[in-house]
């Protein structure tokens, strides 16, 4: 699946083939959302008035044109039992009725106006439709029907390939996050923002704010600065995710809408009586999941502001009980709290898990887990498990992240550990977690230098000083 994900993302980036045409339409985000990929442009049943090329501020009486299409006579009372067999065969326009008033004005007959890319003849009936014609009386005759589009019965791709400037790349996607709509627009696109904006804000239902990201993520708080392209300047969203209800300001924390399947993955390993440690918890998507399920929940986030909504969906959630919540960097939070709780909890019987889920760091952390527990005394059942995220360029991304892991750790977990792909990121970058158990090795080391390469065979590998010398 990663390897398909970076053919398609590099042949939507890099091919360019006469008369055949890509399209990628814009389509709100849900956990696997992307780009639906016409192979082929089908015969154009509208074509923009030349005067719309390059406009900047959206004339919406510009786009008005009439066409004309062919229509089927068809008496007002079987007109319901024709169109189930015509489905087909009618036309499908945004806004644009199928069935319309008889030209002659004729209250006994109706127009059904079909799809001119199908239908040019008489001869153009499937042998079905043609047969249900047949049944009830009705005439195959085609009638041609001068049919008034406006900007309203215009698709989104319609509109932006009529605007922008012929032979440049109109595509583009967006992530929907409640009411609002994030882009990533290219520079060639950034002339005709406002109307990109605009023309998403009118084609999505339930869109009333166009926002476009204008840096990169921050690696520190994880979010990101934004410039609204159109609609209301209202960034607090409401959204659904798994079940669960979510309240943020999209402007100042860190989601992602195509991580849902991600977070579900993790949640359901976690079981009822399992403690769960997240030390990037950010808004709460695998913390209160989790704590629904019955797990108890430590929650950390450096930002102030994730760490404040953590705590409003924790209460909007009912599950403020099980969740304590921490605004602490990930290493303090990691020798802080989670070193407090863990004595205790290893030696229990329910499931530790902690959950690291900032990619661009995250592995960088790993080394606070040396010694953390360098003085208690040893033991080997109930190590937590570790889900840690990073991304990866190597043509070998599994490898990558084992390396990677193993050199912060500071011991070998070439045959100690699990990669999953979580999700292609751009073109040759991929988004990974890592699972493993925490090594008793590290944990009780009283040296926190690392266990030597993890390239090197098991039998050359280091141990901790305790552990070749117990007191």
Not at 132 to 161: I, P, Q, W
Not at 321 to 345: C, H, M, W, Y
Not at 423 to 445: G, Y
Request: glycine content about 6%; some cysteine.
């Amino acid at each position: 699946m990663r390897i398909f994900y970076r053919i398609f993302e590099s042949a939507q980036t890099h091919r360019k083939i006469p008369v055949i045409v890509h399209h990628s339409h814009f389509s709100s985000a849900s956990p696997c959302s992307g780009f639906t990929v016409k192979s082929v442009m089908e015969h154009k049943l509208y074509r923009p008035p030349p005067e719309v090329r390059g406009m900047t501020s959206l004339d919406k009486d510009a786009f008005t044109q009439t066409i004309t299409v062919p229509a089927l006579r068809v008496p007002t009372g079987v007109i319901n039992k024709i169109m189930k067999s015509l489905k087909k065969a009618t036309i499908q326009r945004p806004g644009v009725p199928r069935v319309v008033q008889d030209k002659e004005g004729n209250c006994d007959f109706r127009l059904i106006l079909l799809d001119p890319n199908r239908m040019s003849s008489s001869s153009s009936f499937s042998d079905a439709e043609a047969e249900a014609l047949r049944s009830f009386s009705v005439s195959d005759e085609l009638h041609d029907f001068e049919l008034k589009l406006t900007y309203d019965n215009l698709k989104t791709e319609e509109v932006l390939e009529a605007v922008l400037p012929e032979g440049q790349d109109v595509t583009s996607g967006f992530s929907r996050v409640g009411h609002i709509a994030h882009m990533n627009l290219r520079d060639h696109q950034l002339l005709y923002k406002n109307l990109i904006g605009q023309v998403i804000m009118d084609k999505t239902p339930g869109i009333t704010c166009v926002v476009n990201k204008t840096n990169i993520i921050d690696s520190t708080y994880r979010n990101f600065k934004m410039e609204v392209l159109a609609g209301e300047e209202n960034m607090v969203a409401k959204v659904k995710e798994n079940g669960v209800a979510y309240e943020f300001d999209f402007s100042r924390v860190y989601w992602n809408p195509r991580l849902s399947t991600e977070h579900e993955r993790v949640v359901q390993l976690v079981k009822r009586g399992d403690t769960m440690f997240d030390v990037f918890a950010g808004v709460g998507p695998f913390t209160i999941p989790a704590a629904r399920r019955g797990a108890n929940i430590f929650a950390n986030d450096l930002n102030p502001e994730s760490y404040r909504w953590l705590q409003h969906n924790c209460k909007l959630n009912k599950v403020e009980s099980r969740v304590q919540t921490f605004n602490l960097d990930g290493r303090e939070f990691i020798r802080g709290p989670l070193k407090q709780e863990l004595p205790a909890l290893l030696k229990g019987g329910a499931g530790v898990h902690v959950v690291m889920n900032l990619p661009a760091l995250a592995l960088e952390f790993l080394d606070a887990f040396r010694g953390l527990l360098k003085n208690e005394p040893p033991c080997d059942l109930n190590l937590p498990t570790v889900y840690c995220y990073g991304f990866s360029k190597d043509d070998n991304p599994d490898a990558d992240m084992v390396k990677r892991a193993s050199s912060s750790l500071g011991f070998p977990l070439e045959s100690k550990s699990t990669v999953h792909f979580v999700r292609n990121v751009a073109p040759n970058k991929d988004m990974m977690c890592i699972r493993f158990t925490l090594p008793k090795e590290i944990l009780f080391c009283k040296n926190d230098e690392p266990q030597g390469q993890s390239e090197e065979p098991a039998p050359k590998r280091q141990k901790c000083e305790e552990m070749n010398n117990p007191e």
